[in-house]
């Protein structure tokens, strides 16, 4: 028999090993990091990314990959070229993802370590660390101290997460959810849906109230959608408004749905997911003014923190409720009850749907150590003096008679514009016009853009969109983009 020590252990590998591995994947992740901000704005998409996809993936080997660490760290940069690029400076499509350095080594960290944060008996420490990130975000959004919250995968989770406490508040363990009643506006995002569909509430109970010409929840529309339902003999028990949607970056009046919620009382949540962020700033919390009175919030640090995605964040103002609808407890769960009778802690699994998850607190938290809040306010308002910078230069080429139409000017930090429809122009026409101009801006790879579709007479028009919000996006970046905005008119 041979001795222990000669028996292989080949997944607990030797120190030498391990710096090695440490080395060549630190080595990637600093070269692909810096590429961030000068590489180019966009991977290769579509069939040459589908061929780099095929290239890379070789199905599971039986025995280490003969390359070894090498050869994994070829494929991993490989595949990074078929991608599209949320962390880089140009990045201006949907909602871009910073993915600070620190955060990744949070996430390191975190990994190597692997302790149990589902429970906070479990690790008090290091769910204390994520409670100060916590109660540092529902300070900033004006909560006090009976607020809680729990940092789940992202803002879609957290919206699921509102629904269900806000239901919970109002119709309990009851199941019986045919009548309750839900108002969001046509712009929402699409994950209120998801949450309202998943959450067991009739979709045909939610109303997508209409917006103003600022795409802004309308809240005449609002009251009279409430006011109708309550005649027919529904039971509307929630508003899900947005603070900044991501087709237009609108903000829905939030003061005043907040007033109507409270004569109502309906719960407000607000999707905060993309927006939230600019509350950090100066400028932004005026802008979000009366998000304070919601009753619950989405916020993405994966957005407006600049942490990898993954990150998304709930905040409910009567932590109760949010307990209340997450509690659960099991026999042999009872050794971590031993060590706290009361249940006083606040356990992520008693406000979330997670058990075991990922130590999310710590790439939140250390960013914030090692950089200081104040880096982020001022990241912040520096994307929201970005924007403004944007709508400038769109507005002067305007001036300069290019036929551009600023369909929502930068209530956050998005703008959405198209080219302007000719007289008598068909839709489809004008569509293709704007789809090719998009490519043409997007085909020299120094920024990236995405477009959407907005309500016009006669269907949806093609409209192109520029999110600013990722830490590497700078003057030069926004300066560029308008270049090039005006080199895809000329060609
Ligand atoms: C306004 C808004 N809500 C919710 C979401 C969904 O968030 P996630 O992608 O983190 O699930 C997004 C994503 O962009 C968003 O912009």
Redesign the pocket.
């Known amino acids: 028999m041979p001795a222990m020590s000669d028996v292989p252990r080949p997944l607990e590998p030797s120190r030498t090993v391990r710096e090695r591995w440490l080395s060549v994947l630190g080595d990637l992740a600093l070269e692909q990091e810096e590429r961030l901000a000068s590489g180019p704005a966009v991977g290769s998409l579509g069939a040459a990314a589908a061929q780099i996809a095929e290239e890379v993936g070789s199905g599971i080997p039986e025995e280490p990959l003969p390359g070894g660490v090498e050869e994994a760290a070829d494929r991993i940069r490989r595949a990074a070229e078929a991608a599209l690029v949320p962390s880089g400076a140009g990045y201006f499509a949907?909602?871009p993802g910073t993915g600070l350095f620190a955060s990744a080594l949070a996430d390191l960290v975190a990994g190597a370590m692997n302790r149990f944060t589902g429970v906070t008996t479990a690790a008090p420490a290091f769910n204390r660390l994520e409670a100060d990130v916590i109660e540092f975000l529902s300070h900033e959004f004006g909560y006090g101290p009976d607020a809680r919250g729990v940092l789940l995968?992202?803002?879609?989770?957290?919206?699921l997460g509102a629904v269900v406490t806000a239901r919970w508040k109002a119709f309990g363990d009851s199941g019986d959810f045919s009548r309750a009643t839900v108002y969001t506006s046509a712009q929402?995002?699409?994950?209120?849906d998801k949450a309202v569909r998943l959450a067991g509430i009739p979709l045909r109970n939610l109303r997508q109230v209409a917006v103003d010409a600022a795409y802004r929840l309308d809240l005449a529309a609002l009251r009279d959608a409430v006011a109708a339902d309550r005649t027919a003999g529904l039971a509307p028990f929630l508003v899900v408004a947005?603070?900044?949607?991501?087709n237009t970056g609108a903000l829905d009046p939030l003061p005043e749905i907040a007033g109507l919620c409270e004569v109502e009382d309906l719960w407000l949540h607000v999707?905060?997911?993309?927006?939230g962020g600019f509350v950090l700033g100066p400028g932004g919390r005026e802008r979000l003014r009366g998000i304070e009175r919601a009753d619950s919030i989405?916020f993405?640090p994966?957005?407006g923190l600049f942490v990898p995605?993954?990150?998304?964040c709930l905040l409910v103002r009567d932590g109760r409720h949010l307990r209340a609808a997450h509690d659960a407890d099991a026999h042999y769960l009872q050794d971590f009850t031993a060590l706290d009778r009361t249940r006083e802690a606040p356990s992520p699994t008693l406000h979330g749907p997670e058990l075991s998850r990922s130590y999310r607190g710590l790439r939140v938290w250390l960013p914030l150590m090692l950089h200081g809040a104040r880096a982020f306010r001022e990241a912040l308002d520096e994307k929201l003096d970005l924007a403004a910078r944007f709508e400038r230069g769109l507005d002067a080429l305007c001036q300069a008679r290019a036929p551009i139409e600023i369909v929502a000017r930068a209530q956050l930090s998005t703008v959405a514009f198209r080219l302007e429809r000719r007289d008598g122009e068909a839709l489809d026409n004008w569509n293709a016009r704007n789809a090719a101009w998009l490519d043409r801006i997007n085909a020299r790879r120094r920024v990236f853009l995405s477009s959407t579709s907005l309500p016009v007479v006669d269907g949806e028009a093609f409209t192109l969109r520029v999110c600013v919000l990722g830490a590497r996006t700078h003057a030069e970046h926004v300066d560029r983009c308008l270049e090039d905005l005006e080199a895809g008119l000329a060609e």
């Open positions: 949907f909602v995968s992202g803002g879609s989770l957290a919206n929402a995002h699409h994950s209120v947005s603070a900044g949607t991501t999707d905060a997911a993309y927006g989405t993405d994966h957005k995605f993954g990150t998304g």
